[in-house]
């Protein structure tokens, strides 16, 4: 089988990196929700915590699906003859990785493709987490500013 493998020190930074960002998102969802706890805790810091611990689940998807990734070439072919129908395993031509979406793509003669290595569930979860992140961001952002608005129209008032 030709196969382009993929390097093995750049799965393992990546690895390492998601780990750092999954620590340093949930440390800061962790104490920003427990600066005043989190039923004294306002909407727009409620918000943010969400934001911060799904960033770093994704972040730890991310990471997770990269670990199946670390593999040699006797790995690679057996995870390519896994996930090829029994009926073309003989027609297997190579192997590379995507990064987005997080897979294996293993290639059989006629231009077809399967996905390998990574769990079902990675990429699907992976992307849910990335989108709850960004909507309830988006959402303490925009009540941030709605609250400092009202802030200052009371200021101004009185």
Request: charged content about 15%.
């Amino acid at each position: 089988m030709n196969s382009d493998q993929p390097n093995t020190v750049s799965i393992l930074l990546i690895i390492l990196f998601g780990l750092a960002v999954a620590a340093t998102l949930a440390v800061y969802g962790g104490a920003t929700l427990a600066r005043r706890g989190i039923g004294r805790s306002d909407l727009g810091v409620r918000l943010r915590g969400g934001a911060a611990f799904s960033g770093a689940m994704a972040a730890l998807m991310y990471a997770w699906g990269a670990l199946h990734l670390v593999r040699d070439e006797t790995m690679t072919d057996q995870a390519c003859k896994q996930a090829v129908p029994s009926s073309q395993t003989a027609h297997i031509t190579g192997a590379d990785v995507s990064y987005l979406p997080l897979h294996l793509n293993c290639h059989i003669t006629g231009g077809g493709s399967y996905p390998a290595a990574v769990p079902d569930y990675v990429n699907p979860s992976l992307l849910g987490f990335a989108l709850i992140a960004i909507v309830l961001g988006v959402f303490a952002t925009l009540e941030s500013e709605l609250s400092a608005r009202n802030n200052f129209k009371k200021e101004e008032s009185s």
